[in-house]
């Protein structure tokens, strides 16, 4: 079992930028694919980032060219650094590990962007 541990989440004006971090709770063995995605109320989960073992990335079209993501396997940590941000941002961001078959969420953070 792994637990994630989101943060890094919080308001943020239009044009600004934010780090959220996820800390998983144990060293990850094998093969896997770590990131986040995003849902608002009344909408699907939809794909931020996600990075994989063999190191590629892969990004949602919605913030193409303005997130990246990164980890550091040291601290079993993904981060992903959010610039010049916009109101439809807006949502609540989960992690999300899949990993030897099976898929783990953390409990997601908010992030508001607004003036």
């Known amino acids: 079992q792994v637990q994630l541990v989101e943060s890094g989440g919080g308001l943020v004006q239009p044009g600004g930028s934010l780090r959220l971090s996820c800390a998983a709770s144990r060293k990850i063995v094998g093969v896997y694919r770590m990131g986040w995605y995003r849902q608002v109320p009344g909408k699907q989960r939809e794909l931020v980032a996600v990075t994989a073992t063999d190191g590629t990335t892969n990004y949602g079209d919605a913030v193409k060219g303005r997130f990246t993501i990164s980890r550091d396997n040291a601290k079993n940590t993904v981060y992903l650094q959010m610039n010049s941000l916009k109101p439809e941002d807006t949502a609540v961001y989960y992690c999300?590990?899949?990993?030897?078959?099976?898929?783990?969420w953390g409990q997601g953070t908010q992030v508001t962007v607004s003036s």
């Open positions: 999300n590990l899949e990993n030897l078959g099976r898929q783990y």
